[in-house]
């Protein structure tokens, strides 16, 4: 793996260091996939604006639909981020085009923001067949532009039911498929995200299930036989080598969202932990390596418990256990490494934890949403309840601005929300000095607004939290 400066980029959303991205002017433009859950109409990439100065602010400026149907549009991501000036291999660098997977489909799909940023326009579609061809996997998630090339990690081998997942290498530049990022993957055989350190050549994976294990909602069996993912896998960056395997604890099922620290010299970052089987607890993990060149290890840093509740008020998969889950199903991690926000889908909360301490972090701040019992109103509208519950997190460069969509994944909603899913996206602003979180009245679109589509991520014109990579400090 090559690391050297670049001298000259044309880009300004791609900074040199964190302080550099803090200081950056503000998003102007918001960028949410939404899926249609009954497969008959394509899935959608809507453009939303997000400046307060503006007549349209939060509302959808744009709808750019799938050329096929079925996808389940999902995580997604800018082809290049700010890490990218540190790659040898990325000769001309711009943050320029979003990276669509379809979770289901398998298809890969590329937007281009140019020329027009409020009105993307797709530009090719890569088909299943050469993914498994060529890497050999299927049901691609998460991507990041990484030194060799975007790094796609996938949860399904190239059958489409199984495993092992990994993680694929695509051009940067034609985002063809090149080959499987792995030439020795150890113990590894359930994927779900990928991360890294970049200067210590050191990346990190998490753990879900297969695609069988998942797409048709969560198998309480192999839930309670503690079969869906448990651990994180270290790895040797450039040459895709497995390093080592650490096991949270096998009650500590579906270990998902990763978000390492932005010091480029740091070599600790998060990890969620959807549920505990034996209280229904959820929890947040922090990795920090023993020393200069020592091993990794895990501690547990936040637990969040259940909530009790009448079984009655309780889907079908929770009536047995009298209580609703938190369902930690996504988190991230302020630009500067100071603040962490977790999304409790379960009980409808979205918490705010000042991590200046990644040991001790201090929750600051909450705001509740929806939820499966509680149903908490936007206060723009407090008289109608709300669907759904704080999924996806999205933090702006300068930390003040967080956005929340409600949707989950297709089966998995229908299992814990099974009246349905309005979709909606939330703003809500952060004090960054001292703490404290309060909703945005006027940026609340819903309903009909996304066009019978329920929305999962979010991405932000000229980067955010969960998806830049810097290398200088």
Request: glycine share 10%.
């Amino acid at each position: 793996m090559a690391i050297a400066g670049h001298s000259h980029h044309s880009d300004p959303t791609l900074y040199r260091t964190p302080a550099d991205a803090i200081a950056a002017p503000p998003e102007k433009l918001a960028y949410v996939v939404g899926f249609d859950r009954t497969g008959q109409r394509p899935d959608t990439l809507f453009t939303l604006d997000t400046d307060p100065a503006s007549a349209s602010y939060g509302r959808v400026l744009s709808c750019a639909e799938m050329p096929g149907l079925g996808d389940e549009l999902h995580h997604f991501g800018w082809n290049a981020c700010s890490s990218a000036l540190a790659h040898t291999g990325h000769h001309h660098p711009e943050r320029r085009y979003l990276l669509l997977p379809g979770l289901r489909s398998s298809r890969l799909h590329v937007f281009d923001t140019h020329p027009d940023p409020a009105r993307p326009h797709l530009l090719k579609t890569v088909e299943p067949g050469e993914l498994a061809a060529k890497a050999g996997y299927s049901r691609p998630h998460t991507l990041h532009c990484g030194p060799d090339g975007v790094l796609m990690s996938c949860l399904g081998a190239a059958d489409g039911a199984d495993g092992p997942g990994g993680v694929a290498l695509l051009d940067h530049s034609t985002f063809e498929v090149q080959r499987a990022w792995e030439t020795d993957r150890g113990p590894q055989y359930l994927a779900y995200d990928l991360w890294w350190h970049l200067h210590h050549n050191i990346a990190v994976t998490s753990e879900w299930g297969t695609p069988s294990m998942i797409e048709d909602g969560i198998v309480p069996e192999l839930l309670m036989n503690r079969a869906y993912g448990h651990a994180l896998h270290f790895w040797d960056l450039a040459s895709g080598t497995h390093r080592q395997r650490v096991d949270l604890g096998d009650e500590h099922q579906m270990v998902l969202e990763l978000r390492p620290a932005h010091d480029p010299q740091a070599t600790w970052g998060f990890a969620g932990v959807v549920v505990n089987v034996t209280d229904l607890s959820a929890s947040v993990w922090l990795w920090h390596r023993e020393g200069e060149r020592g091993e990794f290890t895990v501690r547990k840093v936040i637990t969040i418990p259940a909530e009790p509740a009448e079984a009655s008020d309780l889907p079908p998969v929770l009536r047995p256990f009298g209580a609703v889950p938190p369902l930690v199903t996504d988190i991230s991690l302020s630009v500067d490494d100071r603040w962490l926000y977790v999304s409790a889908w379960g009980t409808g909360e979205l918490f705010q934890y000042d991590v200046s301490d990644p040991f001790r972090p201090r929750c600051t701040a909450s705001v509740r949403l929806g939820g499966i019992v509680g149903r908490a109103a936007h206060p723009s509208a407090p008289g109608v309840p709300v669907t759904g519950g704080p999924q996806m997190v999205e933090l702006s460069r300068d930390g003040r601005r967080v956005y929340l969509t409600n949707s989950l994944y297709g089966a998995w909603d229908d299992q814990f929300y099974p009246d349905g899913i309005q979709p909606w996206m939330v703003k809500l602003d952060a004090d960054t000095d001292h703490g404290g979180l309060s909703v945005d009245r006027r940026f609340f679109p819903h309903g009909e607004e996304f066009r019978g589509r329920r929305v999962h991520q979010t991405r932000l014109q000229g980067g955010d939290a969960s998806s830049d990579s810097y290398c200088f400090r």
